[in-house]
């Protein structure tokens, strides 16, 4: 039976079938040999989206306002400080207005309920660039990414995510690798893992597709024989300061090193959503090398900038599968 995602949100992964997340992925890389290739798909002439951001992004944004503008379509981007949402208009108020003059809209904030929110009374589709709970299109790049270097074999493969397995990316991460067949391994402090309830789903998921879930706080017992090893940022955007101390202190030993790749596959490559703190050349890399004395957190600079670091790959891809979204949601 033919996929058809024409006019649906894109809200969070739990929601679409394996079928449909391969659709999303073949859809991904077509448009990524169109551009590679110079060809022009402006599919999408004469429609405009709007994009919504609470929270800043460098990818996110210039991922939907190129992959918009390849499409044919006209982009309105408002920074957190150009809108009345949630301030003088509610989201519900907010979402029926742009709902008449756009086509679409992407949403990256904090709240899945302020996106879902937005979703249920839009008429429009909208897309999920980011929140505190899920973050599904950075998931298709980062599975992109994996099959492009995996001769597009993915299904049994085994996705370990170094670090604090409880944000919004190593959910994700849970979801669609249990979608797709993929093996994903949650290595990190007890206290910091996914809830029990979406370990639960994701394992019946899993099961369903042939693969497993496994939480552990064993780095050689994760990461041997694994095909791709995964961390984040140890403090996401909107957590106060505060919480640096004792996040180095729990998630130090889960720092991805040129050991921990070593006990991975040959072959295993290396994911980061970015930004990385894999050195100081940034404000808040100096500002903590100063104050905890540590010079690299999440990953050494040595795998970010190995052969096996397939960080930039996975980048690019956030444009292909925003595109892939965008257009099948809006087209059909």
């Known amino acids: 039976m033919p996929i058809n995602l024409s006019g649906r949100p894109f809200l969070?992964?739990?929601?679409?079938?394996?079928?449909?997340?391969?659709y999303l992925l073949k859809l991904s890389k077509n448009f990524k040999d169109l551009k590679r290739t110079g060809t022009p798909h402006r599919y999408l002439e004469g429609k405009n989206i709007v994009l919504l951001f609470q929270k800043t992004s460098t990818r996110t944004r210039c991922a939907f306002e190129v992959g918009a503008m390849d499409l044919g379509m006209g982009v309105t981007y408002l920074d957190p400080g150009s809108s009345q949402m949630g301030k003088k208009e509610s989201i519900e108020d907010t979402a029926r207005v742009l709902g008449r003059f756009y086509d679409g809209i992407e949403f990256r904030g904090?709240?899945?309920?302020?996106?879902?929110?937005?979703?249920?009374?839009?008429?429009?589709?909208?897309?999920?660039?980011?929140?505190?709970?899920?973050?599904?299109?950075?998931?298709?790049?980062?599975?992109?990414?994996?099959?492009?270097?995996?001769n597009y074999d993915i299904k049994g493969k085994t996705l370990v995510f170094m670090g604090d397995a409880a944000n919004n990316v190593a959910r994700s991460l849970m979801v669609v690798c249990s979608k797709l067949g993929m093996n994903f391994v949650a290595c990190g402090p007890k206290e910091n893992m996914p809830d029990a309830e979406l370990i639960e789903t994701c394992t019946a998921i899993a099961a369903e597709n042939g693969c497993t879930v496994k939480c552990t706080d064993d780095v050689a017992e994760a990461c041997t024989g694994a095909h791709v090893i995964y961390t984040d940022v140890w403090v996401s955007m909107g957590e106060p300061d505060e919480v640096w101390a004792e996040r180095i202190k729990h998630l130090e030993k889960f720092r991805v090193t040129k050991?921990?790749?070593?006990?991975?596959?040959?072959?295993?490559?290396?994911?980061?959503?970015?930004?990385?703190?894999?050195?100081?050349?940034?404000?808040?890399?100096?500002?903590?090398?100063?104050?905890?004395?540590?010079?690299?957190?999440?990953?050494e600079d040595e795998v970010f900038e190995s052969k096996q670091s397939k960080v930039f790959d996975e980048a690019e891809n956030r444009m292909h599968t925003i595109k892939a979204v965008m257009y099948a949601t809006l087209c059909g």
């Open 259 to 299: 050991e921990v790749m070593a006990m991975a596959d040959p072959e295993a490559i290396f994911l980061h959503c970015l930004p990385a703190f894999h050195d100081t050349n940034t404000t808040i890399g100096a500002d903590i090398a100063e104050r905890f004395g540590v010079t690299e957190m999440e990953v």
């Open 110 to 150: 904090f709240a899945q309920t302020d996106v879902e929110d937005l979703a249920a009374n839009a008429g429009v589709p909208v897309w999920n660039g980011l929140t505190t709970e899920w973050h599904p299109t950075q998931m298709l790049a980062d599975i992109l990414t994996v099959q492009e270097n995996f």
């Open 12 to 22: 969070r992964l739990l929601d679409f079938s394996t079928e449909e997340i391969d």
